[in-house]
């Protein structure tokens, strides 16, 4: 039989999947910077709108826009200290941002991007984190639309093939 038309298919929405992902984790590191600016001008940091947008870009690779816009951050607020109130108005921005992206941000807009439930995206990234650690968290969300897409895919040449018994096929021989 052949298979150039299925496996095209399988490739067409694999590549489909893959852009998807890509441009949620975008917008996710855009909106990220986003608050960041915003959050950090509220504490009142000089650099906020640079650090802001480090930190958006930096979010494309999970976990790197604490690390990076945190010691931007803290940088920026020790060369110029004026008291503990800017310290701890980092922190908090920096835990405010991230609890809502864990919570709300990441999960509805890959989510959405990807066609995958909020909580899926939740459970996936929280597993994968479990079992494989940083690499786990980086190809999570990935790696589960893919064999979404691999099995809504494969199901209907499955069911359409000479391996599938149906209900009642087996019996009428």
Do not use: N
């Amino acid at each position: 039989r052949d298979l150039r038309l299925p496996c095209k298919i399988v490739v067409c929405k694999v590549d489909h999947t893959i852009r998807s992902v890509l441009k949620g984790q975008v917008t996710v590191a855009a909106t990220l910077g986003i608050l960041y600016m915003i959050g950090l001008s509220f504490v009142g940091i000089q650099a906020a709108i640079p650090i802001g947008f480090i930190a958006g870009v930096c979010r494309i690779i999970p976990y790197l826009d604490i690390v990076v816009g945190g010691i931007l951050s803290i940088s920026v607020v020790l060369s110029d200290f004026s008291g503990w109130e800017p310290l701890v108005g980092v922190v908090i921005v920096f835990a405010v941002v991230q609890t809502l992206d864990g919570m709300l941000i990441t999960p509805r807009v890959i989510g959405q991007k990807v066609g995958v439930h909020p909580v899926v995206v939740i459970a996936s990234i929280l597993a994968f984190g479990g079992l494989f650690g940083f690499w786990g968290v980086l190809f999570a969300i990935p790696v589960v639309a893919l064999v979404k897409v691999l099995w809504r895919t494969a199901l209907p040449f499955y069911f359409a093939s000479s391996w599938y018994v149906g209900p009642g096929r087996w019996q009428q021989k």
